[in-house]
C-alpha cells in the first residue's frame, strides 16, 4: 500500500513539473498589437456590430441545412433494405421523398430559392 501511495504522490509531482514547465516555455516573448487583438472571422472587432446581414444568403443557408439533415435521415434505407418487406421499404422511401419534393417545390413557389432579386 506504501509502495502505491508514492508512486501516485510521485506521478502527481511529475504531472505538475511538466505542466508548469509547458506553460513557463509556451509564454510569448514577442508582444504584437495586431496579434494581441481578438479575431473575428475576419471582422474589424472596432468597428460596428451592426452591419446590413443578407437574409436571402441566411436563408438559403438554412434550406441547404434542412435537405442536408434529410439526406443523412435517407441513408438507413439503403442499410434496411435486406432486412424489411419490399412494400415497406418502397412505401416509406416514397413517402419520404415525396415530403422533400413538396417541401422543395413550396420554397420554389414561395421564391425563397432565387438568389438575387
Excluded: H
Excluded at 28 to 57: H, Q, W
Amino acid at each position: 500500500m506504501l509502495i502505491m501511495t508514492c508512486f501516485s504522490l510521485l506521478t502527481i509531482i511529475i504531472c505538475y513539473i511538466v505542466m508548469t514547465l509547458a506553460s513557463l516555455i509556451s509564454k510569448k516573448t514577442i508582444i504584437d498589437r495586431e496579434k494581441n487583438s481578438p479575431y473575428e472571422c475576419g471582422f474589424d472587432p472596432k468597428g460596428s456590430a451592426r452591419f446590413p446581414f443578407s437574409l436571402r444568403f441566411f436563408l438559403i443557408a438554412v434550406i441547404f441545412l434542412i435537405f442536408d439533415v434529410e439526406i443523412t435521415l435517407l441513408l438507413p434505407l439503403a442499410s434496411i433494405f435486406n432486412t424489411t418487406k419490399m412494400t415497406s421499404w418502397l412505401l416509406t422511401g416514397t413517402l419520404f421523398l415525396l415530403i422533400l419534393l413538396v417541401g422543395l417545390y413550396y420554397e420554389w413557389v414561395q421564391g425563397a430559392l432565387e438568389w438575387s432579386k
